[in-house]
């Protein structure tokens, strides 16, 4: 089996190590992430929908899922929406196969109704916001690459790439896990806090500034005193939470833009700003391990809502980061990992053109002490590349 994996020093400082570091993350209920987490719902219940009905998963995609915004009226202790939220799920899907038809479209609605309610709760599904399914019949070449049944590892539907990294660097870390928090355990005993939380980390030298945008919830909120209270509530929290990652000088500020003399302030009827003209689309936030990191290499594909099983936009992006931090949690003396997978169409999807992975050693460390051991590591989960897609398909894994 052709692997092609090289193992090479990477000529630049470790981003722990650079001077300037830039890090996001828009929360579960931004506009993108609201796209994000509807395709992928509904790539889950196609490929179930498909395993059930024919035993195998059908060429589909649903990676290209759109929002336009809505209008809201908030006001203190309850506001309205105006206009609803409005989400087209668009893509291909097989719709017939051996004879039976197969009920996408309603998977498909079923499957974003399910998510919405669960990520915003607050949302009406079919008043506050509206869900249509676009999905045509899939592309007749790249269903025959699908459907190679005599193949027990599938082929690349495209020739493209993933890229993933490892370790996280203590501002990565922070902005993942605040977000993580504050849409969990946080909001669990603060329902003023929505779920559109959008964090950016800045790291200078040794100084971390964290801004948080967070929406509050007019309900949850009888007037400005209140909502003052919400937002020096979320600052506090996330300033604790970042001291319990970093020994660095933090400083954590919240709605930056508010102005309490104008009485404008980052106030919503649903916790999400996709209710008063901020659109969205899959893709355009998070990469597939839930950040956003200029001082890496990242891929422009959308990770969410492909499909599992041979999409590499999907596979490589999310099989890169799993390979980055299984090598750096098995292997000591790494500073920094970035692995980059690219495939070719038509080629077995564990075998790519090639597998790069570049590194960052430790002061001590040689590259000629590790490199087989990365080889070995990088070897094996490609050969276990399959359980990407069932990880996938099952909700193991996050795709944003």
Known sequence: MDQNIQVSRLDRQA??????????????????????????????????????????????NTDETQLVAGRAAPAFGGGEVVEPIYILIVGRATRE???????VDSTALAAARDYLSEAIPELEYGTDIVVDAKLGEGS???QDVFGEETQQVPMANDTSFGVGHAPLTETETIVREAESALNGPYHDDHPELGPDVKIMGKREGDRIDITVAAAMVDAHVDGLEEYDDAVENVREYVDDLARGYTDREVNVEVNTADDYDEGSVYLTVTGTSAEQGDDGSVGRGNRANGLITPNRPM??????GKNPV??????????????????????????????RLLSQIGRPIDEPHVADAQIVTEEGVELGDIEADVLA???????????????????DVSTF
């Open 15 to 60: 981003v722990e190590d650079q001077e300037v570091e830039i890090v996001e993350r828009k929360g579960i209920g931004h506009p993108d992430s609201i796209c994000d987490g509807v395709a992928e719902s509904v790539s889950r219940a196609l490929s179930q929908l498909y395993l059930d009905r024919v035993g195998k998963v059908l060429h589909y």
């Open 299 to 304: 891929s422009m594909e959308a990770t969410s």
């Open 140 to 142: 007749g070449d790249l």
């Open 377 to 395: 590591i990088v070897d094996d989960e490609l050969a276990n590349v399959t359980d990407v897609t069932r990880s996938v398909i099952e909700g």
């Open 310 to 339: 041979n999409h590499i936009g999907k596979i490589y992006n999310l099989l890169s980061t799993r390979v980055a931090e299984s090598v750096t949690a098995e292997i000591d003396g790494i500073r920094d990992l970035q692995v």
């Open 97 to 103: 196969y051996d004879g039976e038809q197969l009920p």
